[in-house]
């Protein structure tokens, strides 16, 4: 029907376009008054030369006629491959006489096979604002080929055409014959045949019947395609065609009235092929799967199937096999089974072949395929415990509870954790989740990893650092200086049932005033690891603090508990930023003027150490209280202690001795 519309439309139009060849598919673009702005024609493949007996606008071009000089510039855009291009033609008038101007549009696509298509005409103001046509427009665009040397034919297309008014659209191939193929016998024929094929093949969806018929119309053209008598500088073979007996083929009577052109005349109305005895059989469907497409496990992805008949839309179903990297279990669906444009997805990735069947309810049925290939997804991991910093005594049970998720359902997973004191687990994942446990057998700030892995390998990870504790590890004590800044320690579990440690950090930060000194109101935890490595965590009335030690190394950090009992990224103060948390890879600086010391074997009731700082005998008493001191001198209360003596003479002494390593370094208090 649209077709009649546009050639209304032509007749109406200047003199000399009335000849213009039927394109397949054509749109207008109109004002709200109806009147004509622009008109394009799609002519696939070799459609114009087909139509016209000579060259046109090109391999799969447009025509574009558009008014010039009337502010609107015409354009036509099209998408193939999933890609959209656009070309807009010129407003300017070559004449004053002629308003009207046709253009030619060339898409450059002269591919092997045919490729689905769809486009839009559309007009354009100076203020970008944009008209378009009555439709989107499906179409295809054509194969080609050309080969100068060619014994048999130099260009060659298949595309898809109007083969009648009532008929759908059907596959036509056009071939320029050399003067080697146009000769009085059709012995050659297979041999044309073969590099038809090898050059721009036929489509798959074709059923048996319409390639014999196309097989008997290149036969005929070459029996009797001598110019100037019998035929025209091209050879048109139509599937849409019936497929007749041979003798009515060859017979030199039948070839004066089908022309090899059998089934239609010139008003496009069937005719009955001579010996039939009534109207043509019922042809069989047309049916195209699409194009290959990809996509993702567990993703929709679009199939571009189509089905034709010639008595209406026939009835449709998909299918699928399994062609390579498939496993056992996977299961796929289709969103639309019984028709064309349907989705398809699956529970694994691999390769599979899916086929599109077509039946009318007279002829066989007909199908077509088309490859889909799905790649696999990693799985996504989300660690929802341990939570980071979370603090565990050895010999407790430390679990991980790590849920994933997973598009392909079919995928078998496998859970590793890499506990960080040299330990893994590994076990398959049940129920969407990695779960296992973990039993720390010595003090450390250990960082776990835990990874899912599916069995295409496709993995996802996440880790998590724990605090654990051993109260029975031993003492730290220190005072010595970083950076010009002086710190002093001292701390211990006081028994081996004890869940907080005893004792006391002092430190210097910088600050705007001058050097600020620090005093802990608490301690949290106290971890010394069998390497000799010590890590302390503890705060004052407004600041938390870590310090890291190592044999004549410090590292202290410090930031306001307002930003959270953790340190942040950017803590107030850090004397190796941008290191890591974990004590392995804490990188403390060197000290100076000072001595650290950390006992990793003492334990509760054991004699006692040595005594570089003189703090052994008040050891065992130390507090959890004391008071940070500002830059001006002025302390704040100590928080009550937790458990533990009052604190006494002893206590004070040792107090004295942290101050006073700190005040003899950075001259702060008075």
């Known amino acids: 029907m649209l077709a009649v519309c546009v050639t209304s439309a032509l007749l109406l139009l200047p003199g000399g376009l009335t000849t213009e060849a039927r394109a397949v598919t054509a749109d207008t673009v109109r004002d709200d008054d109806g009147d004509l702005l622009a008109l394009a024609q799609f002519y696939p493949g070799l459609e114009y030369w087909h139509k016209q007996g000579k060259p046109g606008p090109g391999v799969n071009a447009f025509r574009v006629l558009d008014f010039c000089g009337d502010g609107k510039r015409a354009g036509v855009s099209w998408k193939v491959d999933g890609a959209t291009y656009s070309k807009d033609v010129s407003d300017a008038?070559?004449?004053?006489?002629?308003?009207?101007?046709?253009?030619?549009?060339?898409?450059?696509?002269?591919?092997?096979?045919?490729?689905?298509?769809?486009?839009?005409?559309?007009?354009?103001d100076k203020h970008g604002n944009r008209q378009y046509g009555r439709e989107f427009q499906d179409d295809w665009m054509g194969s080609y080929s050309y080969e100068k040397n060619s014994k048999w034919f130099a260009h060659s297309s298949v595309y898809r055409t109007e083969f009648t008014k009532e008929e759908p659209r059907t596959v036509t191939v056009t071939l320029l014959p050399s003067a080697d193929a146009v000769v009085h016998t059709g012995a050659r024929t297979k041999q044309v045949w073969e590099e038809l094929e090898e050059r721009t093949p036929l489509p798959d969806g074709l059923t048996q019947d319409q390639r014999d018929s196309l097989y008997k119309q290149l036969w005929c053209h070459m029996q009797y395609a001598v110019p100037p008598d019998i035929g025209g500088p091209t050879w048109d073979l139509e599937a849409g065609h019936p497929n007749i007996p041979w003798d009515e083929v060859t017979g030199p009577n039948d070839v004066a009235r089908h022309h090899c052109n059998w089934g239609y005349d010139d008003e496009y109305s069937w005719n009955v092929p001579p010996g039939d005895g009534g109207p043509p059989a019922d042809l069989a469907p047309l049916v195209d799967?699409?194009?290959?497409?990809?996509?993702?496990?567990?993703?929709?992805?679009?199939?571009?199937?189509?089905?034709?008949?010639d008595g209406g839309r026939p009835e449709t179903t998909?299918?699928?096999e399994p062609v390579k990297g498939v496993d056992a279990g996977t299961t796929c669906r289709f969103t639309h089974k019984s028709?064309?444009?349907?989705?398809?997805?699956c529970t694994d990735d691999g390769t599979f072949e899916v086929t599109l069947t077509a039946d009318d309810g007279v002829n066989r049925s007909v199908s077509d395929s088309a490859v889909v290939t799905l790649k696999n997804v990693a799985p996504r991991l989300k660690l929802t415990s341990p939570d980071d910093w979370d603090v565990h005594r050895v010999e407790d049970t430390v679990t991980v509870h790590a849920p994933f998720t997973d598009p392909g359902t079919n995928d078998m997973h496998t859970c590793t954790v890499r506990w960080d004191d040299g330990k893994k687990s590994t076990a398959a994942a049940e129920n969407g989740s990695c779960d296992l446990s973990h039993v720390f057998r010595h003090a450390?700030?250990?960082?776990?990893?835990?990874?899912?892995?599916?069995?295409?390998?496709?993995?996802?990870?996440?880790?998590?650092?724990?605090?654990?504790?051993?109260?029975?590890?031993?003492?730290?004590?220190?005072?010595?200086?970083?950076?010009?800044?002086?710190?002093?320690?001292?701390?211990?579990?006081?028994?081996?049932?004890?869940?907080?440690?005893?004792g006391a950090v002092a430190l210097s930060v910088?600050?705007?005033?001058?050097?600020?000194?620090?005093?802990?109101?608490?301690?949290?935890?106290?971890?010394?690891?069998?390497?000799?490595?010590?890590a302390v965590k503890g705060r004052t009335a407004d600041h938390g603090f870590l310090g890291y030690v190592e044999s004549g190394k410090f590292r202290g950090v410090v930031w306001p508990l307002s930003h959270g009992n953790t340190p942040p990224d950017t803590p107030l103060h850090d004397t190796s930023p941008g290191a890591d948390w974990d004590m392995d890879r804490a990188r403390p600086k060197p000290v100076s003027a000072g001595v650290t010391v950390i006992d990793s074997g003492w334990l509760p009731g054991l004699p006692p150490l040595p005594e570089p700082l003189g703090l052994g005998p008040y050891l065992?008493?130390?507090?959890?209280?004391?008071?940070?001191?500002?830059?001006?001198?002025?302390?704040?209360?100590?928080?009550p202690a937790e458990d533990g003596p009052a604190e006494g003479g002893a206590v004070a002494g040792l107090r004295d001795r942290v101050d006073g390593i700190v005040r003899e370094q950075d001259g702060v208090i008075g």
């Open 339 to 345: 028709r064309p444009d349907s989705g398809f997805s």
């Open 289 to 309: 799967a699409g194009p290959d497409v990809k996509g993702a496990e567990g993703a929709k992805v679009k199939l571009g199937g189509v089905a034709q008949d």
């Open 620 to 639: 065992d008493r130390l507090p959890k209280a004391a008071v940070e001191v500002s830059g001006s001198g002025e302390s704040r209360p100590a928080a």
């Open 318 to 320: 998909w299918s699928y």
């Open 444 to 502: 450390g700030m250990n960082t776990i990893q835990v990874e899912v892995t599916d069995d295409d390998k496709g993995s996802d990870r996440a880790e998590s650092m724990v605090v654990v504790y051993d109260p029975r590890a031993g003492l730290l004590t220190g005072a010595a200086e970083v950076d010009g800044l002086g710190f002093g320690v001292a701390a211990k579990y006081p028994a081996a049932d004890s869940t907080v440690p005893a």
């Open 93 to 124: 008038c070559e004449s004053s006489l002629v308003r009207l101007r046709s253009h030619t549009v060339k898409t450059g696509f002269a591919e092997k096979h045919m490729k689905r298509m769809s486009w839009y005409v559309w007009t354009e």
């Open 510 to 534: 910088p600050s705007a005033d001058g050097p600020r000194k620090m005093v802990s109101t608490a301690l949290d935890w106290l971890v010394i690891n069998p390497e000799g490595r010590a």
